[in-house]
């Protein structure tokens, strides 16, 4: 059974940084894309970023040049840094293949004053 586990979420000042981690196990963590989500409260889940088997990454607009999406094969964990984050990152972030209807619990991440 897939289980995805996030973790590494906080509470930080807008500019900060956080770096997210997401622990992979039940599936070939080798044949599948890996992403990482964000729901805001009231508004819909959403992709922020995508990384493919090969390694190349794919961003949400909003999100571009401040996140960076990686993967340590070794580990099968999905890690997202994230820097210069504004009030508007502030969501629980999920990471999932996209192809798994199972979550995890998410890890929040506030950016506030």
């Known amino acids: 059974q897939v289980r995805f586990v996030e973790s590494g979420g906080g509470l930080v000042q807008p500019g900060g940084s956080l770096t997210l981690s997401c622990a992979v196990s039940?599936?070939?963590?080798?044949?599948?894309?890996m992403n990482w989500y964000r729901q805001a409260p009231g508004k819909e889940r959403e992709r922020v970023a995508r990384?493919?088997?090969?390694?190349?990454?794919v961003y949400a607009d909003s999100v571009k040049g401040r996140f960076t999406i990686s993967r340590d094969k070794r580990k099968t964990t999905v890690s997202l840094q994230m820097n210069n984050l504004k009030p508007e990152d502030t969501a629980v972030y999920y990471c999932n293949t996209g192809l798994h209807d199972s979550w995890g619990q998410g890890t929040q991440v506030t950016v506030s004053i």
């Open positions: 039940g599936i070939d963590f080798f044949e599948y894309g």
């Open positions: 990384i493919m088997n090969n390694g190349v990454p």
